[in-house]
């Protein structure tokens, strides 16, 4: 009983869902824009799953492991689920070293894959840890965005996407907050390179772009964020 109970808040949830997309005529898959730009790195959002982007680096990121926290609800439905893409892509590798403990996912906790050749486009694929769900809190995506390009300036890109990941785990996070912190995380870090640059301290490819993807749902609120938090940067 308890499992049919389960299979039907995941249909009525995924109907829900569909039926709130449709009447709110989102943007497809695909929809990008140059939000602004901040020490010499155009900022753009992009509605795309993590396994479909084309880039030198893709960072992604998951929390703790719990059994099913990718597949069953709250997490999103499969056809709108960039985690589960992900994983599936890769043939379960992000789910079998999240369970096997071999990748716990704790608080901003580091693992770079080197995909094979046939499974997503990306690259390289760093996974970033967001810790227990249960305790949350957006401020944290702030460091995510540093670590995200402090490894980028490391490996030498001169762009690479970043995937919260965040609402495909079902975690009901505040959109803004999270797409601005992981902007400002990212370009103050960029900014403490270049000043380490300047005193001969430090040596590294210019990045020139950065990519925030998004849901459909959460492209329009995501983009105002981005501009917003820009707004504190040179131009």
């Given at each position: 009983?308890?499992?049919?109970?389960?299979?039907?808040?995941?249909?009525?949830?995924?109907?829900?869902?569909?039926?709130?997309?449709?009447?709110?005529?989102?943007?497809?898959?695909?929809?990008?824009?140059?939000?602004?730009?901040?020490?010499?790195?155009?900022?753009?959002?992009?509605?795309?799953?993590?396994?479909?982007?084309?880039?030198?680096?893709?960072?992604?990121?998951?929390f703790e492991y719990t059994e099913g926290d990718i597949t069953n609800p709250p997490a999103l439905p499969a056809q709108l689920n960039g985690?589960?893409?992900?994983?599936?892509?890769?043939?379960?590798?992000?789910?079998?070293?999240?369970?096997?403990?071999?990748?716990?996912?704790?608080?901003?906790?580091?693992?770079?894959?080197?995909?094979?050749?046939?499974?997503?486009?990306a690259k390289q694929l760093l996974l970033v840890g967001l810790g227990n769900r249960n305790t949350f809190n957006a401020d944290m995506m702030?460091?995510?965005?540093?670590?995200?390009?402090?490894?980028?300036?490391?490996?030498?890109?001169?762009?690479?996407?970043?995937?919260?990941?965040?609402?495909?785990?079902?975690?009901?996070?505040?959109?803004?907050?999270?797409?601005?912190?992981?902007?400002?995380?990212?370009?103050?870090?960029?900014?403490?390179?270049?000043?380490?640059?300047?005193?001969?301290?430090?040596?590294?490819?210019?990045?020139?772009?950065?990519?925030?993807?998004?849901?459909?749902?959460?492209?329009?609120?995501?983009?105002?964020?981005?501009?917003?938090?820009?707004?504190?940067?040179?131009?």
């Open positions: 009983m308890k499992t049919l109970k389960t299979k039907l808040a995941g249909l009525f949830f995924f109907l829900l869902f569909t039926a709130t997309l449709q009447a709110q005529d989102l943007p497809t898959v695909g929809t990008s824009g140059i939000v602004g730009k901040a020490s010499g790195i155009a900022v753009e959002v992009k509605i795309q799953s993590p396994s479909a982007q084309v880039t030198p680096l893709q960072v992604a990121c998951v985690m589960l893409h992900l994983d599936e892509a890769l043939h379960g590798i992000i789910t079998e070293l999240r369970k096997s403990g071999k990748f716990t996912g704790h608080a901003f906790e580091t693992l770079l894959i080197t995909p094979p050749p046939g499974t997503i486009p702030y460091t995510v965005g540093s670590i995200g390009m402090r490894e980028a300036l490391r490996l030498g890109v001169t762009s690479y996407s970043h995937a919260s990941d965040i609402k495909d785990a079902g975690i009901d996070s505040p959109t803004a907050a999270v797409a601005e912190n992981v902007v400002k995380g990212a370009l103050d870090a960029y900014d403490t390179q270049l000043h380490l640059k300047g005193k001969k301290m430090s040596a590294f490819k210019p990045l020139v772009k950065f990519t925030l993807l998004s849901g459909p749902a959460f492209y329009a609120p995501s983009s105002a964020a981005v501009k917003a938090a820009l707004a504190a940067y040179a131009q």
